[in-house]
């Protein structure tokens, strides 16, 4: 039984050797600093696309405020900013109260979902980091200072409409925008009817062409709706859908879509 053991011992070491050899182990780190606050992720990088003790740092006026393990889905789950050029960690005052906030962005791996905020802000009182999670599934966002208040918005599309009336390719999405305010994602996407008129046309343009190349297109029509709905213009989106879809599931496609649109709350 002894003997057993140790062979079964050998055999793992072997193993577990190969496994070393074949995952070399890569240590990085991604910084960003804004002010007094300067935050860090640290990562094992063994294969390609796997990643270990994934660690964020946030040192704040020479004190480390907030040092930890951050958990992971799987090993796949990695910070996004490995993927993007300059690699830096987002470090910025969010919703201006003068103190910066650290974005921490994860991507869960896979072939298309998902990714995923944590966003840290210093909370004077207990003098710790508290984190919101947001999930941004497959579409991620953009940080951009729409209404040019000095303050970033976080740019997205409605991810609940993937797969909602079609394959992952052929779905549309809803433009959706939010603002972080002391630790919470606010919706304001419909603050910014400019934006939901030129991403309408975008949605119909797309369904025009999804209907050229032989799809029914019913995910941009969905989108373009929805559209339509946060423009206060249900009516007239629908009129239009109706005009141009004329499939056999005609009936069904629209009932299905209007509980779809009660549900997410496009229609009020
Ligand atoms: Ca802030
Ligand atoms: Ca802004």
Redesign the pocket.
């Known amino acids: 039984m002894r003997a057993l053991i140790n062979q079964s011992a050998i055999g793992l070491a072997i193993l577990s050797m190969t496994a070393v050899l074949s995952q070399p182990v890569k240590a990085e780190v991604i910084t960003g600093q804004s002010g007094n606050v300067r935050a860090e992720i640290s990562f094992d990088k063994l294969e390609e696309y796997q990643y270990k003790n994934v660690r964020l740092q946030i040192i704040r006026a020479g004190t480390t405020v907030l040092d930890k393990k951050l958990p992971q889905e799987s090993e796949y789950d990695r910070p996004v900013e490995v993927l993007t050029d300059d690699k830096k960690l987002p470090v910025l005052d969010l919703d201006g109260n003068k103190e910066p906030e650290v974005i921490a962005d994860f991507f869960t791996g896979g072939a298309h979902c998902c990714t995923y905020s944590l966003i840290y802000r210093y909370d004077g009182k207990s003098k710790q980091y508290i984190q919101t999670r947001h999930e941004w599934g497959n579409n991620g966002y953009r940080l951009q200072?729409?209404?040019?208040?000095?303050?970033?918005?976080f740019d997205s599309q409605d991810d609940r409409f993937a797969y909602a009336f079609t394959s992952y390719a052929a779905s549309g999405y809803p433009l959706q925008i939010w603002?972080y305010r002391q630790g919470k994602m606010i919706d304001v996407t419909r603050s910014y009817p400019k934006l939901i008129y030129s991403h309408a046309a975008e949605q119909w343009q797309t369904y025009m062409e999804a209907r050229q190349q032989g799809d029914d297109g019913k995910g941009f029509l969905a989108s373009y709706l929805a559209d339509k709905y946060l423009l206060g213009q249900g009516q007239d989106g629908w009129q239009r859908v109706q005009q141009v879809y004329k499939k056999s599931d005609r009936t069904k496609f629209f009932a299905d879509l209007r509980k779809f649109l009660r549900e997410t709350g496009y229609i009020r």
């Open positions: 200072d729409l209404d040019k208040d000095g303050l970033p918005e603002q």
